[in-house]
């Protein structure tokens, strides 16, 4: 059409060149918190029964107590306290919920501001936020309440992501990725909180095995992670985020299932998910990476890499292990956080990612030097999904 334009003669094209990062995007600051109050998983059914008032269901302790004992948790930490259950023993759903709709934002503000503080820029910024929960249920939520909990701007992006199980934490990990390459200078905040008063509930006598998987293997905490690509000078990349994928195994739904009920979370994880995992990991890490990975002879070495694997418990991690020929200290930081924290859900992957550049910085450390500079992260969730993001070590 014929007649003069007020729009620049600028091409979409030129306008995303200037708009997308050069480079790829890096992990630069990680940080984590979790409540005070501390139960050993030794002492977990016993203490679960009683305060539970369930003394009296004597053929399922046992049962729970083998579920407890062959996790490779050595300890969790609850929000959720003896007093708080035993002045509210029947504690609505809505009751739950609210709990959660203050102490999920506080948690989450006290692994970032570590984050923030480790990064050292100042809060203003960051210019995207990803929350990710398995626990709460109101809007505005927590991404709302970490604006001014931190002092973040008021024009900051924010995304959540609910009910993504344990994969929860690499999926916000990924999607901040994208937003970190495609958006030049921006800054993410990822902060994952996972809290169990919402899956919380005592034994019935009807329960499986299966049943009780949930109560046996999860504790609360919160992850948080400063995401940006092309570092300014004070900033120190921690992890590179090079490539991400996510596989949905098909036929498997019924696996492992989570829906939010009168009852709080509830949900399905099947027993045989280990192996479930171990017998698709090396095909899905395979198609993702192979030809990044895969040496002259076309083989891939997976011992040359370091791991950040969700250690859903030490039963899956044993299956990874043997399902890609893994040296035993391989997965060293994923046994640590689950036996030190239990599953966090979304949130124990950056727990592990921490602990991973800790053993690697550490000289006498299990990962010192037993790798190339090449990881892979790595965490499971409902569909059953596997999610994977291969990670360059920046030192
Ligand atoms: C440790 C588990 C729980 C069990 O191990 P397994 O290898 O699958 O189980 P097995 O079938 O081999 O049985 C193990 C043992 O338990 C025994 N067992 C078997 N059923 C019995 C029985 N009813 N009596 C008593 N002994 C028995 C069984 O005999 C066997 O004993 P033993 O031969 O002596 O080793 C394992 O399945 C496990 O690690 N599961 C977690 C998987 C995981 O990483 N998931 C990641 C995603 S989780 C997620 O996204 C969250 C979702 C969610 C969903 C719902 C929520 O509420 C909240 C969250």
Redesign the pocket.
């Known amino acids: 059409m014929a007649g003069s334009s007020s729009i620049p003669a600028t091409t979409v094209r030129e306008i995303r060149v200037v708009q997308r990062a050069d480079g790829a995007a890096a992990v630069l600051a990680i940080g984590t918190a979790n409540p005070h109050h501390c139960v050993p998983q030794g002492d977990y059914p016993d203490y679960y029964f009683r305060v539970t008032n369930s003394d009296h269901l004597t053929n399922l302790k046992p049962?729970f107590a083998?579920?407890c004992g062959?996790?490779g948790i050595g300890r969790r930490f609850f929000h959720h306290t003896d007093e708080m259950l035993a002045t509210h023993p029947n504690l609505s759903l809505d009751a739950r919920l609210d709990v959660v709709a203050t102490a999920a934002p506080e948690l989450a503000a006290s692994a970032a501001a570590k984050a923030i503080a480790e990064w050292g820029r100042p809060v203003g910024d960051i210019t995207h936020l990803v929350v990710s929960t398995?626990a709460g249920s109101h809007a505005p939520g927590t991404d709302v309440r970490l604006v001014s909990l931190l002092g973040l701007r008021h024009d900051v992006l924010r995304t959540v992501l609910q009910l993504n199980?344990?994969?929860s934490g690499c999926a916000a990990l990924r999607l901040a990725k994208d937003l970190a390459e495609n958006n030049r200078g921006a800054r993410v905040l990822v902060a994952c909180v996972e809290l169990t008063i919402t899956?919380f509930r005592g034994p019935d006598k009807a329960d499986?095995?299966?049943a009780l998987?949930?109560q046996?293997?999860?504790g609360d905490g919160a992850g948080a992670v400063i995401v940006g690509a092309e570092p300014y000078v004070h900033e120190r990349p921690l992890f590179e985020m090079v490539s991400a994928s996510q596989y949905v195994i098909p036929d498997t739904e019924h696996m492992?299932?989570?829906q939010l009920g009168s009852g709080g979370?509830?949900?399905?994880?099947?027993?045989?998910?280990?192996?479930l995992?171990a017998g698709i990991v090396e095909q899905c890490l395979l198609d993702a990476f192979g030809d990044r990975l895969a040496g002259s002879g076309g083989v891939v070495e997976w011992n040359n890499l370091f791991w950040a694997v969700?250690p859903?418990?030490s039963?899956?991690l044993d299956h990874i292990v043997r399902a890609l020929r893994l040296a035993p200290g391989k997965l060293a930081a994923s046994r640590t956080v689950v036996r030190e924290y239990g599953?966090m859900?979304g949130a124990t992957v950056i727990f592990v990612l921490d602990e991973v550049r800790r053993q690697r910085e550490d000289p006498q450390g299990e990962g010192a030097g037993h790798d190339e500079g090449w990881g892979v992260m790595m965490g499971?969730?409902?569909g059953f999904t596997v999610e994977a993001m291969l990670l360059h070590a920046a030192t």
């Open positions: 049962t083998k579920l062959m996790t398995n199980g344990c994969a899956a499986s095995f299966d998987i949930p046996g293997l999860f492992l299932t989570m979370i509830g949900g399905t994880i099947a027993t045989g998910l280990p192996r995992a969700h859903g418990s039963v899956m599953n859900l499971f969730g409902p």
